[in-house]
């Protein structure tokens, strides 16, 4: 019942961008975005609640589709320091606080 | 830096021993949730401590068992270690209206 995260990797050039996918199986509460690079603890991007609108964080954005159970995390114009794994955690109704992890998409942005 | 803190970083058992972890949340967060994440793979969802009271618990065995203290911190205990307990084990603090939970830097188990 982990949420499915799409793609499983992603290369890029500097400046390109990437979307990264996360859907679930069950109606979804919030949905929680975080990057972890190699060797550190995740750190938290942002949070989408049901019902709420699309949020960014510098040039990176995400949005909530509760028809889809689906989200979408948008890398813009990226930059070498986004290169990490982006984990979606996913919050559903039946278990308000408890986060699901998905299994992950390592993005490599290059020079 | 989130302000969680986990003690120790890094952590070498054998098979069949016990292991206590430790995690200080961040100021003024009332739930600590752990996690599981072996390598190569999104944290799993151990349990959730809210005010000292377990409130959620993932697919693991009683085996791995916790707890919570008055100022909130918490430890994780596994029991009889195994082979596949081998992971870093990342405890995250949230708290009041803030949903957002805040990882700490993980202790490293190896089970050899």
Known sequence: QQPVQS??????????????????????????????KHGEAPVFLMILLKGGEQKGHDKISASFNEKKQQSSLYLTASQLSYSGTYFCGTEWADSWGKLQFGAGTQVVVTP | ???????????????????????????????????????????????????????????????????????????????????DDSALYLCASSGGTVKTQYFGPGTRLLVL
């Not at chain 1, 290369?11 to 996360?22: K, Q, S, T, W, Y």
């Not at chain 2, 952590?11 to 599981?36: A, E």
């Not at chain 2, 809210?50 to 205990?77: A, D, K, M, V």
Request: net charge neutral; charged share 15%; glycine share 8%.
């Open chain 1, 7 to 36: 793609p499983q990797a992603v290369i890029l050039r500097e400046g390109e961008d990437a979307v990264i996918n996360c859907s679930s199986s069950k109606a979804l509460y919030s949905v929680h975005w975080y990057r972890q």
């Open chain 2, 1 to 83: 830096e989130t302000g969680v803190t986990q003690s120790p970083t890094h952590l070498i058992k054998t098979r069949g021993q016990q292991v206590t972890l430790r995690c200080s949340s961040q100021s003024g967060h009332n739930t600590v949730s752990w996690y599981q994440q072996a390598l190569g793979q999104g944290p799993q969802f151990i349990f959730q401590y809210y005010r000292e009271e377990e409130n959620g618990r993932g697919n693991f065995p009683p085996r791995f068992s916790g707890l919570q203290f008055p100022n909130y911190s918490s430890e994780l205990n596994v029991n009889a270690l195994e082979l």
